[in-house]
């Protein structure tokens, strides 16, 4: 299984737009890219997914460079609402293993 | 409707114990599995089945025991449960074991063992 790593934790500011980067440099062909945002005291939950170049939706984007090695989460304009953790996956089958996430504090 | 709902929320108990977290998800989807988070919030699965059938056993005490009496329902019992044990665990599904499903996730059931 592809191991995807992102950084532990971010800082932004109400407004900022705010972009994570995943490595998943294992990444297989039929793999598909997800991710997931996690508020405290609650389960994951998806934000968005995608295969190759870039998906958006009424809540991120998601760039997926040609070669697949990578991939950014992009949130457009935060706000303090979206301070949670941010999991990227790399899945194959129902087998889908979440990383250590990146905690995102969004400031005032 | 709750889609993926956990009973009971906050279980805690004592060291020795046996105990069960019932899971039941209303999305028709095939797949359900469990996960354990622990404090440092790393989210490892456990188990995985579709219709019925397991389909993902990690490494995982045999204290802990899956049963999935119909697809719509996964329970986790532990037996014998131990400090370590404590953690929050979440039930999810998904309309298929296949690439890159979609999970759903339940609340969390947060266990805590003295």
């Known amino acids: 299984l592809a191991k995807t790593t992102q950084p532990i934790s971010m800082d932004s500011y109400e407004g900022q737009e705010v972009n994570i980067t995943c490595s998943h440099n294992?990444?297989?062909?039929?793999?598909?890219i997800t991710w997931y945002q996690q508020f405290p005291s609650q389960g994951p939950r998806f934000i968005i997914q995608?295969?190759?170049t870039k998906v958006t939706n009424e809540v991120a984007s998601l760039f997926i460079p040609a070669d697949r090695k990578s991939s950014t989460l992009s949130l457009p304009r935060v706000s303090l609402s979206d301070t949670a953790v941010y999991y990227c996956l790399v899945a194959r089958g129902g087998d889908m293993r979440f990383g250590a996430g990146t905690r995102l504090t969004v400031k005032p | 409707d709750t889609a993926v709902s956990q009973t009971p929320k906050y279980l805690v108990t004592q060291m020795g114990n046996d105990k069960s977290i019932k899971c039941e998800q209303n999305l028709g989807h095939d797949t359900m599995y469990w996960y354990k988070q622990d404090s440092k919030k790393f989210l490892k699965i456990m188990f995985s089945?579709?219709?019925?059938?397991?389909?993902i056993n990690e490494t995982v005490p045999n204290r802990f025991s899956p049963k999935s009496p119909d697809k719509a329902h996964l329970n986790l019992h532990i037996n014998s449960l131990e400090l370590g044990d404590s953690a929050v665990y979440f039930c999810a599904s998904s309309q298929e074991a296949g690439l890159g499903d979609i999970q759903y996730f339940g609340a969390g059931t947060r266990l805590s063992v003295l």
């Open positions: 089945y579709n219709n019925k059938e397991l389909i």
């Open positions: 294992n990444i297989a062909t039929n793999d598909y």
């Open positions: 995608g295969y190759k």
